[in-house]
């Protein structure tokens, strides 16, 4: 049979003990979740990559190690005489926030120096008539031109008669970035013709003025080809025999064509 009082006292003894212990038979703890802070950043030995590394605050246990992005940035261009520099930036995507590495590296990034092409030699002849070269090269990168003077020697390859052309040789050295360049031209020198003294004869060569005699002498032009004969050499040597037309007796008016009526009349040389 159901003990009323029993139960009553069973009953209060109980709850008394749940108050005592605080006792809740519905209590729940929830979990505390990760706590991330800043991460700890580190580059690789040669700079090409980097990770981020979070800690939970929570639980140092839970680690989470993310790779970077690396971002170049050119802060100096290189030139042909100057270093340029690259800074690298690190930066992740974690926990829907962007962190940044504070600390970049930066890339020194050599000068090549110019790289000139072959050069263009220029000759001239200066106020005291010696003959200059310049070289100019210029820089296939930059576009820079150095003009350097070379050195010029003369060689005469041929000589000059009173009679025949000669020709000299030019030679021009050139020195530039330890090297050395060279590059001839050779220019023609006119003969001279002969110089000839009061008694006919050349002072540079000796050549004696020849002497000629035409057998058919000065002759009246009517419209026909006049002949004459070859002419006689008595003295000397001929070496070129031309024929003038002139419009008087005493061939003194040279005329380019002959006209009604002319004279015939010859030079020598």
Not at 95 to 112: A, C, D, F, I, Q
Not at 129 to 142: E, L, R
Not at 192 to 203: I, L, P, Q, S
Not at 224 to 235: Q, V
């Amino acid at each position: 049979m159901y003990n009323k009082r029993f139960y009553n006292i069973y009953s209060n003894s109980l709850n008394e003990w749940k108050r005592l212990h605080r006792y809740k038979e519905t209590d729940v703890v929830d979990p505390l979740g990760h706590k991330y802070g800043e991460p700890t950043f580190k580059w690789s030995d040669d700079h090409k990559t980097c990770t981020a590394t979070f800690t939970c605050e929570n639980d140092n246990s839970h680690v989470e190690t993310v790779d970077c992005t690396i971002t170049p940035e050119t802060t100096k261009a290189v030139t042909c005489e100057e270093d340029g520099e690259i800074v690298y930036t690190a930066s992740c995507e974690f926990g829907g926030k962007t962190y940044t590495n504070p600390e970049t590296y930066k890339e020194v990034v050599k000068s090549s120096g110019h790289q000139y092409k072959d050069p263009v030699y220029t000759w001239s002849t200066d106020d005291e008539g010696n003959k200059v070269c310049v070289a100019a090269f210029t820089c296939s990168i930059c576009g820079k031109t150095e003009n350097v003077p070379g050195t010029v020697k003369a060689e005469t390859t041929k000589e000059v008669t009173c009679t025949e052309d000669g020709s000299i040789k030019y030679t021009a050295t050139i020195s530039f970035n330890d090297q050395t360049y060279t590059t001839s031209k050779i220019e023609t020198v006119q003969k001279t013709g002969h110089k000839y003294d009061d008694n006919g004869v050349c002072t540079v060569c000796g050549h004696k003025k020849p002497v000629i005699t035409l057998k058919a002498k000065k002759a009246v032009y009517t419209g026909k080809a006049i002949s004459i004969d070859e002419p006689t050499i008595t003295e000397g040597e001929v070496v070129n025999l031309n024929y003038s037309y002139y419009s008087d007796k005493d061939c003194k008016n040279e005329i380019s064509e002959p006209v009604d009526p002319g004279i015939l009349c010859n030079s020598n040389s």
